[in-house]
């Protein structure tokens, strides 16, 4: 991602297991929250998870 966006290099992005499904936790070095930055990413993992459910 860095290499093709101007995302900030603190930032870490986990796909966890969450009950029959999975969820993304975002992780920050600083401070400071993007909250603009995380709503963002969590409506991506929210398309992926449509995609990749992993149920079965």
Known sequence: ???ISEW??????SVVP????WKVEI??????QDADRCDMIEAI???LRIQFDLKG
């Open 1 to 3: 991602m860095e290499d």
């Open 8 to 13: 900030p290099t603190d930032l870490a992005i």
């Open 18 to 21: 969450h009950e029959d499904s």
């Open 27 to 32: 992780m920050r070095d600083g401070p400071q």
């Open 45 to 47: 993992a929210d398309r």
